[in-house]
């Protein structure tokens, strides 16, 4: 008689990596220690918290360059994570490391942006300047160590250290070995948490955070292109000039001299991210052949990352930045509606600080015995988790006029 089906041989996720790769067996744990899944890696188990956490849901309607309500098919800051996070895979696969790591560090790396992307981060940070500024990073850190409540037996997610860790410093270290902040101090919030459960700053990230943000990289340099020509401030012939695109649409129009411009941009956005995640996998190839590292370790001490561009394709990339700052990111209507979201984010961080009781669900709550720079905190906390139609919904509620994001 066969016996009952049980869980001991179902397929786990643990296939064969690299042994520079970051080993979920070996993971370094949570700070609050719980049972391991019988069904999923301790990464599988932080993507799908990260997945169902309410910060996640709340990226839908917070701005990636064009204000939501300016279009359907825009990106914003959830299609944006969701794009990065493909591209992770694809690279973390193709390298031979953890897919679901590098996955999971590419979903949660924006949870901590404001309404209205960085004009609302550049506003709230001199709002906050008397008590240490704003940081989408750090406060990404505050939500999934803090703010998240959805367990019984903890605040935040409980995220594994891997997870944490690729957080913090996708970008790189964030101290030297004197402890000197590499750019600038580093944000409160952080420190307050490593104090706590060191997420050694002065090393580099592991291979899977690196990949999640060079897909960064990858993923808005080629969508930005697409939204801008969607709405009209780019257009293909613009793009011309710029090297990399440049050479692809020819390639594009000597292949398909007929094609229609929509199309045209489609292909265009296409073949730039396989040129660069191609790039991104041959360049990596070859450090990680030079380096021969033998353990994760390796990576994390290899003095420099070792996911990135080739020197061409860096320059390439630096080009398209170049342009998109010249004529996307600064062009006058763009500037425009960040100049009104910028006084909307102002505006609603004066009335909450002056009447804390103005912030609902319970927010201005304990606020009474809260310092300055408590109350602060606590306001940026609600503000930041706005999603930008709530901001305008909330300015509207509390004040006369409101400015059009149009």
């Given at each position: 008689?066969?016996?009952?089906?049980?869980?001991?041989?179902?397929?786990?996720?643990?296939?064969?990596?690299?042994?520079?790769?970051?080993?979920?067996?070996?993971?370094?744990?949570?700070?609050?220690?719980?049972?391991?899944?019988?069904?999923?890696?301790?990464?599988?188990?932080?993507?799908?918290?990260?997945?169902?956490?309410?910060?996640?849901?709340?990226?839908?309607?917070?701005?990636?360059?064009?204000?939501?309500?300016?279009?359907?098919?825009?990106?914003?800051?959830?299609?944006?994570?969701?794009?990065?996070?493909?591209?992770?895979?694809?690279?973390?696969?193709?390298?031979?490391?953890?897919?679901?790591?590098?996955?999971?560090?590419?979903?949660?790396?924006?949870?901590?942006?404001?309404?209205?992307?960085?004009?609302?981060?550049?506003?709230?940070?001199?709002?906050?300047?008397?008590?240490?500024?704003?940081?989408?990073?750090?406060?990404?850190?505050?939500?999934?160590?803090?703010?998240?409540?959805?367990y019984a037996e903890f605040d935040g997610l409980n995220l594994s250290w891997e997870t944490l860790e690729g957080l913090v410093k996708h970008n790189g270290p964030l101290i030297d070995v004197a402890g000197e902040g590499l750019d600038g101090p580093v944000p409160q919030p952080?420190?307050?948490?490593?104090?706590?459960?060191?997420?050694?700053?002065?090393?580099?990230?592991?291979?899977?955070?690196?990949?999640?943000?060079?897909?960064?990289?990858?993923?808005?340099?080629?969508?930005?292109?697409?939204?801008?020509?969607?709405?009209?401030?780019?257009?293909?012939?613009?793009?011309?000039?710029?090297?990399?695109?440049?050479?692809?649409?020819?390639?594009?129009?000597?292949?398909?001299?007929?094609?229609?411009?929509?199309?045209?941009?489609?292909?265009?956005?296409?073949?730039?991210?396989?040129?660069?995640?191609?790039?991104?996998?041959?360049?990596?190839?070859?450090?990680?052949?030079?380096?021969?590292?033998?353990?994760?370790?390796?990576?994390?001490?290899?003095?420099?990352?070792?996911?990135?561009?080739?020197?061409?394709?860096?320059?390439?990339?630096?080009?398209?930045?170049?342009?998109?700052?010249?004529?996307?990111?600064?062009?006058?209507?763009?500037?425009?509606?960040?100049?009104?979201?910028?006084?909307?984010?102002?505006?609603?961080?004066?009335?909450?600080?002056?009447?804390?009781?103005?912030?609902?669900?319970?927010?201005?709550?304990?606020?009474?015995?809260?310092?300055?720079?408590?109350?602060?905190?606590?306001?940026?906390?609600?503000?930041?988790?706005?999603?930008?139609?709530?901001?305008?919904?909330?300015?509207?509620?509390?004040?006369?006029?409101?400015?059009?994001?149009?």
């Open positions: 008689m066969d016996s009952e089906p049980s869980l001991k041989n179902i397929g786990f996720g643990y296939r064969p990596r690299a042994p520079y790769a970051t080993d979920p067996a070996a993971s370094r744990g949570r700070l609050v220690t719980e049972p391991e899944s019988p069904t999923r890696t301790p990464f599988q188990r932080d993507r799908d918290r990260i997945i169902h956490s309410t910060a996640f849901r709340r990226l839908k309607h917070k701005t990636q360059v064009f204000i939501a309500h300016e279009g359907d098919h825009y990106r914003t800051r959830l299609t944006h994570s969701i794009e990065v996070a493909q591209i992770a895979r694809a690279l973390a696969r193709a390298l031979c490391c953890d897919e679901d790591l590098a996955e999971a560090i590419a979903l949660v790396h924006d949870f901590g942006h404001t309404p209205f992307g960085h004009t609302g981060e550049d506003a709230l940070d001199e709002r906050m300047a008397r008590w240490g500024g704003f940081d989408h990073n750090a406060q990404s850190l505050r939500i999934v160590t803090e703010l998240e409540n959805r952080i420190l307050e948490y490593v104090a706590q459960h060191d997420l050694e700053l002065a090393r580099f990230a592991g291979i899977e955070a690196q990949c999640a943000a060079i897909a960064d990289d990858i993923a808005y340099n080629a969508h930005d292109i697409d939204d801008g020509l969607r709405s009209g401030l780019l257009s293909l012939d613009m793009l011309k000039d710029v090297g990399l695109p440049g050479e692809i649409l020819a390639q594009v129009e000597s292949r398909y001299p007929d094609l229609d411009p929509v199309r045209r941009g489609h292909e265009l956005m296409r073949r730039q991210i396989t040129v660069m995640v191609e790039d991104v996998i041959l360049a990596s190839r070859r450090r990680l052949e030079r380096l021969k590292p033998t353990s994760a370790d390796d990576i994390h001490d290899a003095g420099a990352t070792v996911v990135a561009f080739s020197d061409r394709m860096a320059e390439d990339e630096k080009q398209l930045k170049r342009f998109l700052y010249a004529n996307l990111y600064r062009h006058s209507s763009v500037v425009a509606v960040r100049a009104h979201a910028e006084r909307i984010v102002k505006d609603l961080f004066d009335v909450y600080f002056d009447r804390p009781q103005e912030m609902p669900d319970g927010w201005g709550e304990g606020v009474r015995f809260a310092d300055e720079a408590q109350k602060a905190r606590l306001v940026a906390d609600f503000l930041s988790g706005m999603t930008d139609t709530y901001a305008v919904k909330e300015h509207r509620r509390l004040f006369d006029q409101t400015p059009e994001l149009s």
